[in-house]
């Protein structure tokens, strides 16, 4: 890589998700980034090693809630002072990015960011890097907001997709990953068109990856979203003691909108480049199950688990014995205060349960 990129290489991890799909194990005061989910480390831990051959501690941003502050301290104690900055509340994506990239642009709007969710799986963490490097020479030379996009393995009708032109995908022979222009940014779609997405072969699953340099993504926000923007320049000049302050002021005024809807379906500087290292968003109980081991009758216990003649099934248990007699494709999710059971394959429904609890004012449970 070319030593003007490497040098002002900046990853951001944005880690201030609610994580309400692994509702009971997740909860406000304690989301899915910082649950030890297929390893002995915090989904938020293994994102930083990841990052660290990449860039090291002093150039790696964290955004969070600051409901979270304590868990932050607990699980990064490294990160300090600017590089760790709090949300007073969640508004979604664009105004996370927003804020980090106009306080990493203070230093230089030409640094580059890798911009990721802190709660993703990488089955092949050296490849996940390379990907990165290539991502970066691309959104540093164009000027582009370079996407990761998954190369879909199923018709998934719980991601979003990006897709990018026939003709360029039938016309790659390289070594390297290419580098696609986006045509559109799809929401996630039925079945049926998700069936013609993976048919088509030039549709990929929209990872949420983004890498370009700061002064790039600011100027999208500018173009799409000044009512984001206009509020949040001050950032650019403001005293780093008088950043929470600022924020605690502005984000209640700020609107809520995810950066793929207010930009990426917008501009026309995003580009797309293919990776293939082994990714998932860890999104439901169903895909941790498919991602763990399992057992010779396919079933995947944690914790204090007694099976007999189960099949397909994932049970977990926070302390107490948790024990079943011929079941079949079952998720079953033991927690201190509550418990969740379900058959696989609906597991994106618990959001449905996290939203009656609301409704019930049943708090003490989320």
Same mark, same amino acid.
């Not at 403001?238 to 984000?251: A, R, T, V, W």
């Not at 959001?351 to 009656?356: E, F, K, Q, S, Y």
């Given at each position: 890589?070319?030593?003007?990129?490497?040098?002002?290489?900046?990853?951001?991890?944005?880690?201030?998700?609610?994580?309400?799909?692994?509702?009971?194990?997740?909860?406000?005061?304690?989301?899915?980034?910082?649950?030890?989910?297929?390893?002995?480390?915090?989904?938020?831990?293994?994102?930083?090693?990841?990052?660290?051959?990449?860039?090291?501690?002093?150039?790696?941003?964290?955004?969070?809630?600051?409901?979270?502050?304590?868990?932050?301290?607990?699980?990064?104690?490294?990160?300090?002072?600017?590089?760790?900055?709090?949300?007073?509340?969640?508004?979604?994506?664009?105004?996370?990015?927003?804020?980090?990239?106009?306080?990493?642009?203070?230093?230089?709007?030409?640094?580059?960011?890798?911009?990721?969710?802190?709660?993703?799986?990488?089955?092949?963490?050296?490849?996940?890097?390379?990907?990165?490097?290539?991502?970066?020479?691309?959104?540093?030379?164009?000027?582009?907001?370079?996407?990761?996009?998954?190369?879909?393995?199923?018709?998934?009708?719980?991601?979003?997709?990006?897709?990018?032109?026939?003709?360029?995908?039938?016309?790659?022979?390289?070594?390297?990953?290419?580098?696609?222009?986006?045509?559109?940014?799809?929401?996630?779609?039925?079945?049926?068109?998700?069936?013609?997405?993976?048919?088509?072969?030039?549709?990929?699953?929209?990872?949420?990856?983004?890498? &370009?340099? *700061?002064?790039?993504? %600011? $100027?999208? #926000?500018?173009? !799409? /979203?000044?009512?984001?923007?206009?509020? @949040?320049? &001050?950032? *650019?000049?403001?005293? %780093? $003691?008088? #950043?929470?302050? !600022? /924020?605690?002021?502005?984000?209640?005024? @700020?609107?809520?909108?995810?950066?793929?809807?207010?930009?990426?379906?917008?501009?026309?500087?995003?580009?797309?480049?293919?990776?293939?290292?082994?990714?998932?968003?860890?999104?439901?109980?169903?895909?941790?199950?498919?991602?763990?081991?399992?057992?010779?009758?396919?079933?995947?216990?944690?914790?204090?688990?007694?099976?007999?003649?189960?099949?397909?099934?994932?049970?977990?248990?926070?302390?107490?014995?948790?024990?079943?007699?011929?079941?079949?494709?079952?998720?079953?999710?033991?927690?201190?205060?509550?418990?969740?059971?379900?058959?696989?394959?609906?597991?994106?429904?618990?959001?449905?349960?996290?939203?009656?609890?609301?409704?019930?004012?049943?708090?003490?449970?989320?």
């Amino acid at each position: 890589m070319d030593r003007k990129i490497k040098q002002r290489l900046k990853s951001v991890i944005m880690a201030g998700g609610s994580g309400t799909r692994f509702w009971p194990k997740s909860r406000r005061l304690f989301p899915k980034q910082f649950l030890k989910i297929l390893s002995d480390k915090s989904m938020l831990q293994m994102t930083i090693e990841r990052l660290l051959p990449l860039t090291p501690m002093d150039d790696i941003y964290i955004v969070g809630n600051r409901n979270h502050k304590a868990l932050f301290t607990q699980q990064v104690p490294a990160c300090h002072d600017h590089r760790l900055v709090l949300e007073p509340m969640g508004k979604n994506t664009a105004a996370c990015i927003a804020t980090i990239a106009f306080l990493i642009a203070r230093d230089d709007p030409e640094n580059v960011l890798f911009i990721l969710p802190a709660d993703h799986w990488i089955t092949n963490p050296g490849k996940f890097r390379e990907t990165l490097r290539l991502a970066a020479a691309a959104a540093f030379e164009e000027d582009a907001i370079v996407t990761l996009g998954i190369p879909p393995t199923f018709p998934a009708t719980g991601y979003g997709y990006i897709k990018v032109p026939a003709e360029s995908v039938k016309g790659d022979n390289g070594d390297d990953p290419p580098v696609h222009r986006v045509e559109a940014f799809v929401e996630k779609p039925d079945l049926e068109r998700a069936k013609a997405y993976l048919a088509s072969g030039n549709f990929f699953w929209n990872s949420g990856i983004f890498v &370009t340099k *700061a002064s790039v993504i %600011l $100027e999208e #926000i500018e173009r !799409f /979203l000044p009512e984001l923007h206009d509020p @949040l320049k &001050t950032l *650019a000049n403001i005293g %780093l $003691e008088d #950043i929470d302050g !600022f /924020l605690e002021k502005i984000y209640p005024t @700020l609107p809520s909108i995810s950066v793929d809807y207010g930009v990426m379906e917008k501009t026309d500087r995003a580009m797309m480049i293919e990776a293939d290292f082994g990714w998932s968003d860890v999104g439901s109980w169903d895909a941790l199950y498919d991602l763990s081991p399992k057992d010779a009758d396919a079933n995947v216990a944690e914790g204090l688990v007694l099976l007999e003649n189960c099949r397909g099934c994932l049970v977990s248990s926070h302390g107490r014995l948790v024990a079943g007699v011929g079941l079949e494709d079952m998720v079953v999710i033991d927690s201190a205060d509550a418990t969740l059971i379900l058959p696989r394959g609906r597991s994106q429904d618990v959001r449905r349960i996290v939203a009656r609890l609301e409704e019930k004012g049943m708090k003490d449970l989320l």
